[in-house]
């Protein structure tokens, strides 16, 4: 990994475990509106643009509600869930301190929203390590589309040789391959329904990288 400069990471599942957390948070939003749902559903959309998710919980719950008001009950929920429950992924802060220590530069590519980003950043005091940090709102197309990794790029002022992204879903690892990056792949285990086979390497925790 000696030969990148810029390492990019998408955030949730890849650096925190937020997404089961994201999924139980949908699940508990389609609660307040009346309707159970099981939200291990959220593997099927993980990595998704929010309208496709909310579509998913909404279509599975049977509900149709106004999607900013579900949003305000899905954020009451998320919030209490990330200052309870939120970890970073094993490896994921000794990985990026060295990352620093070797002068490389490092950036967050995201398809959460800014509040969410941020919220996990501060939780974790790892506002310092990322140069750029790339959100929902920074873009109009979302993963698939290699638009926020070529952003993130841009503002970096590097090549696509010169990085390698870190994804957890089937849309993130084809987003950064369409970018023209090289891709590593994480497992966990709410991404088994991912293809990721378009990655150059696949590891299940960030120390692998640092044997």
Not at 145 to 172: K, N, R, W
Request: with cysteine; charged share 20%.
């Amino acid at each position: 990994m000696e030969q990148y400069q810029a390492f990019l990471f998408d955030m949730d599942g890849t650096l925190v475990n937020s997404e089961p957390l994201k999924g139980l948070a949908l699940a508990k939003a389609c609660a307040d509106y009346g309707a159970e749902v099981d939200f291990n559903i959220y593997k099927q959309v993980m990595g998704e643009s929010w309208p496709v998710v909310t579509g998913h919980f909404f279509q599975h719950a049977g509900i149709s509600p106004d999607l900013a008001e579900f949003n305000t009950h899905f954020r009451a929920h998320y919030e209490a869930l990330l200052a309870s429950e939120l970890e970073l992924n094993h490896g994921a802060l000794t990985y990026l301190q060295y990352l620093k220590k070797q002068g490389k530069t490092c950036a967050v590519v995201s398809s959460a929203a800014t509040w969410m980003v941020d919220n996990i950043l501060r939780a974790l005091d790892l506002d310092e390590l990322f140069d750029v940090v790339i959100t929902q709102e920074h873009v109009s197309k979302h993963k698939p589309d290699p638009e926020a990794y070529l952003l993130a790029l841009s503002q970096l002022d590097l090549p696509t040789e010169a990085a390698v992204i870190f994804e957890d879903s089937h849309a993130g690892v084809s987003a950064g391959v369409a970018a023209g990056c090289d891709v590593v792949a994480i497992h966990h285990s709410f991404n088994g329904n991912n293809d990721l086979s378009q990655s150059i390497k696949q590891i299940s925790s960030f120390q692998e990288l640092l044997v």
